[in-house]
């Protein structure tokens, strides 16, 4: 019962971030993010619609809001790569070169873990 109701709100997120998705293209970036916000309302861990409100909010210059979402999403997921570079793009564009650099570290540092992650669970490298 819980995982068709997961279920369903997944799909009802997909979709409500597919339409964001569509208006960002547009160049709406007020529907898009109140689309995306949409899709997190149907579902809280859709990661893609995080990441598209991150980008709609740097887009229309929100950028302190940006960095709120940008921050509870890597308190959530420490580990999301692309959440520490939104980070550091987010800083740069403030202005703020230490707190970027430092974002843009993480970010090189989490993937580069990844990599390595995923090259010994493909039985090492040759």
């Known amino acids: 019962m819980t995982h068709a109701s997961t279920s369903g709100s997944r799909v009802l997120a997909e979709e409500l971030y597919d339409a964001a998705i569509e208006r960002m293209a547009e160049g709406n970036l007020r ?5 995306f916000r949409a899709s997190l309302a149907a579902d ?13 909010l740097k887009n229309t210059g929100e950028l302190d809001e940006a960095i709120r979402v940008t ?3 890597i308190a959530t997921d420490p580990d999301d790569v692309l959440a520490y ?27 580069w873990k990844q990599q390595l992650r995923e090259g010994n669970e493909g039985g090492g490298q040759g």
Do not use: M, P
Not at 44 to 56: E, K, S, T
Not at 93 to 100: L, N, R
């Open 71 to 73: 921050r509870e999403l």
């Open 85 to 111: 570079t939104s980070l550091s793009i987010l800083y740069q564009h403030q202005g703020k070169i230490t707190e970027a650099e430092a974002a843009g570290v993480r970010a090189k540092l989490l993937g």
């Open 31 to 35: 529907a898009a993010i109140e689309g």
């Open 44 to 56: 809280a861990g859709f990661r893609d619609a995080v990441h598209g409100l991150i980008h709609a």
